[in-house]
Nanobody, 122 residues
Framework: VQLQASGGGLVQAGNSLRLSCAASGHTVSIYVMGWFRQAPGKEREFVAAITWSVGTAYLPDSVKGRFTISRDNAKNTVYLQMNSLKPEDTALYYC????????????????WGQGTLVTVSS
């Protein structure tokens, strides 16, 4: 499975961005897709996940209410809609895919995209 993330950029605080992650290859093996981010000097942080077939979404409290994850199975694409962005949301955002439900708990994903940079100015 190959993942291509896009949609990052520079925005002012309070504005929105939508990230996309297009999957290709053996996509039938995907059980869940997720988004992670990593800011400079910080550890990678889980942002959102969605089950591929049913579309059940999982988001941590840090972004719940501001971020939404969705998927378009016909396009093999997952989206991360980010609203009310804050400077602390600045990070490199990665999409990932896993073939096992356990990734929802342990965040151990099998495939990773290259990352797209989101910069939020104050």
């Amino acid at each position: 499975v190959q993942l291509q993330a896009s949609g990052g950029g520079l925005v002012q605080a309070g504005n929105s961005l939508r990230l996309s992650c297009a999957a290709s290859g053996h996509t039938v093996s995907i059980y869940v897709m997720g988004w992670f981010r990593q800011a400079p000097g910080k550890e990678r942080e889980f942002v959102a996940a969605i089950t591929w077939s049913v579309g059940t979404a999982y988001l941590p409290d840090s972004v719940k209410g501001r971020f939404t994850i969705s998927r378009d199975n016909a396009k093999n694409t997952v989206y991360l809609q980010m609203n009310s962005l804050k400077p602390e949301d600045t990070a490199l955002y990665y999409c990932a895919a896993a073939g096992n439900w356990r990734a929802l708990n342990n965040h151990d994903y099998d495939y990773w995209g290259q990352g797209t940079l989101v910069t939020v100015s104050s």
